[in-house]
Antibody, heavy 126, light 109 residues
Framework: QVQLQESGPGLVRPSETLSLTCDVS?????????WGWIRQPPGKGPEWIGT???????YYSPSLQSRVTIDLDTTMNQLSLRLTSVTAADTAVYYC???????????????????WGQGTLVTVSS | DIVLTQSPGTLSLSPGERATLSCRAS???????LAWYQQKPGQAPRLLVY???TRAAGVPDRFSGSGSGTDFTLTISRLEPEDFAMYYC??????????FGPGTKVDVK
């Protein structure tokens, strides 16, 4: 059974860097799936942050691209997220998720998020 | 960017009734990249349907998805008490950003 668990500080000061990790169990992060981060501000809908595939290109939300980095630690079987220069607008529940792919035109493309972590609330406040 | 619009914003129905949720895209994209999720308070979204019409593992057959191009629909044939929740559509695929709709809340009438 694939499980994902996010962890990291629940409070980050404005202008600092938000760093989260996602422990993946039940499968290898090099298994061929995509891996993504999604956030959800309080009372709002989900917002895609970025998607990573081991050995392929990384996709980032254009609105966050200048501040976000997603990476994989294959030895720890972890996914990580770094978001720099945070403001109150970055306050949200952050989820990591496994993203299945669709194979077309000799290439894999990201599709649905089929397995999610429970999420972790990050508040940006001084 | 593909913008998803969901309607209605809120759907007030009684258990046993049929729910029809709409997701409309600002431009056409392959149905392989359209998914629906259910979210209950304090929980992560749960995948219900992917590829516009394929139910995810363990999803009851009262949930069905349809549509193509720019218009997609999630139907719940007979609402059970546990179906009252938020529902989001989401698109992904060949080029980001991968977007979610604003959601439809299905609540008890």
């Amino acid at each position: 059974q694939v499980q994902l668990q996010e962890s990291g500080p629940g409070l980050v000061r404005p202008s600092e860097t938000l760093s989260l990790t996602c422990d993946v169990s039940g499968t290898s992060i090099t298994s061929g799936y995509f891996w993504g981060w999604i956030r959800q501000p309080p009372g709002k809908g989900p917002e895609w942050i970025g998607t990573f595939h081991f050995g392929m290109v990384t996709y980032y939300s254009p609105s966050l691209q200048s501040r976000v980095t997603i990476d994989l630690d294959t030895t720890m079987n972890q996914l990580s997220l770094r978001l720099t220069s945070v403001t109150a607008a970055d306050t949200a529940v952050y989820y990591c998720a496994r993203q299945a792919g669709v194979y077309e035109s000799s290439q894999w493309y990201p599709a649905q998020f089929d397995t999610w972590g429970q999420g972790t609330l990050v508040t940006v406040s001084s | 960017d593909i913008v998803l619009t969901q309607s209605p914003g809120t759907l007030s129905l009684s258990p046993g009734e049929r729910a029809t949720l709409s997701c409309r895209a600002s431009q056409s994209f392959p149905s392989a990249y359209l998914a629906w999720y259910q979210q209950k308070p304090g929980q992560a979204p749960r995948l219900l349907v992917y590829g516009a019409s394929t139910r995810a593992a363990g999803v009851p057959d009262r949930f069905s998805g349809s549509g193509s191009g720019t218009d997609f629909t999630l139907t719940i044939s007979r609402l059970e008490p546990e179906d009252f929740a938020m529902y989001y559509c989401q698109q992904s695929g060949r080029s980001p950003p991968f977007t979610f709709g604003p959601g439809t809340k299905v609540d008890v009438k």
